[in-house]
């Protein structure tokens, strides 16, 4: 299985996240993917044998990108503890509990 890609420093989140706030997709997909090892520490809990995992990454990756989407640094707050929230929400949405 390939490892996922190191988290971004908090530095590198908020000039990517404004990069992303401009329309820049190419730091929309450089979010998605550096959060995907949250994604997967997250369906953990949410995998039973009548689950598959491919499908619950699925859920979990669009539960991400809502996250990424709807994100707002002026709250205060990392988006990974915002996004923690929507890829749980996504997946008990679908029963994934």
Known sequence: ??????????KEETDILNLCKQGNKEARDILIERN??????????YNTAEKDIDDLISIGT?????????????KGIR??????????NALLHIGGN
């Open 62 to 74: 669009i539960g991400l990108i809502k996250a990424i989407d709807t994100f707002d640094s002026d």
């Open 36 to 45: 995907l090892r949250l994604v997967a520490h997250i369906v953990k809990k």
């Open 79 to 88: 988006l990974a503890t915002y996004a923690s929230r929507c890829i749980d």
């Open 1 to 10: 299985m390939k490892s996922f890609p190191k988290p971004l420093s908090a």
